[in-house]
């Protein structure tokens, strides 16, 4: 497969960039060796023959290492591309072996969670429907950027997860208070005009709507995590 020889030759290039004098810093010498942890993770598991972007890996780095060895110092041009580099090496698992997988995994799970989340807080309350529009731009663009594996997408789906998931623990608390208070569904049937029976089936909706979104987002947010190495 070209794709592992061109891989294989970014390693050995990155392995002997560790041994250049111009390298000194302990932090940049920690984050190439991750990236040869990458690299070595993504040889193992290798199931996808991207040529294209495999020989892209490997020009960036014999180009990079290329520029320290004739630098008398790193300048900060150099390091900026350093660390572009050690980026996309993290990147690259999951573009050559199915760890996308999990990725796309994580979107659906958010994707489902968030429109469990404008479906029932839009029509609970007024304060609710007001706090779904005030995330409803934030959250598209985290779809938008995620798809494209941009890591805004992932600081945008941090950021608009907590209010859904705290809405939805207040719905499943008072739901499940009511049905248990025969007191609160005539209430609520008094004030919506509806029999006993359809409030009791509109809030049995509303818990399940917010236990499987609750499920959904926390899910979506610890997938997303574990596997945040995939978004540049």
């Known amino acids: 497969m070209e794709s592992v020889k061109l891989l294989r030759d970014a390693l050995n290039t990155l392995e ?10 302990p932090r940049l010498k920690r984050k190439i060796e ?3 942890e990458s690299l070595e993770l993504t040889l193992r598991e290798i199931s996808v023959n991207n040529i294209e972007l495999a020989r892209f890996i490997s020009d960036k780095t014999r180009e990079t290492v290329s520029k320290i060895s004739v630098s008398k110092e790193l300048t900060r041009e150099i390091i900026e591309d350093l660390e ?3 980026k996309w090496c993290k990147t690259i698992p999951y573009d050559f072996t199915d760890r996308i997988k999990y990725v796309r995994k994580g979107y659906r799970y958010y994707l489902y969670g968030m429109m469990l989340f ?3 807080a839009g029509t609970y309350t007024q304060i609710y429907a007001v706090s779904a529009l005030l995330i409803a731009l934030p ?7 995620m798809r494209r594996r941009r890591s805004m997408g992932l600081m945008l789906a941090y950021a608009s997860t907590p209010l859904p998931l705290a809405i939805f623990s207040w719905m499943i608390g008072y739901v499940a208070r009511a049905l248990l208070d025969p007191g609160e569904i005539n209430y609520l049937a008094g004030v919506y005009g509806l029999p006993v029976e359809t409030v ?5 909706l509303y818990l399940v709507g917010s236990l ?3 499920l959904f987002l926390s899910i979506a947010i ?5 596997n945040r190495g995939a978004f540049i």
């Open 222 to 226: 610890y997938i997303l995590y574990k």
């Open 139 to 145: 959250s598209l663009m985290a779809m938008y950027f």
């Open 212 to 214: 499987a979104g609750l």
């Open 118 to 120: 404008f479906v029932l």
């Open 200 to 204: 009791y089936m509109i809030l049995l």
């Open 16 to 25: 002997t960039l560790l041994s250049l004098k111009q390298l000194s810093d």
């Open 34 to 36: 991750e990236a040869i």
């Open 84 to 86: 572009k580099l050690v």
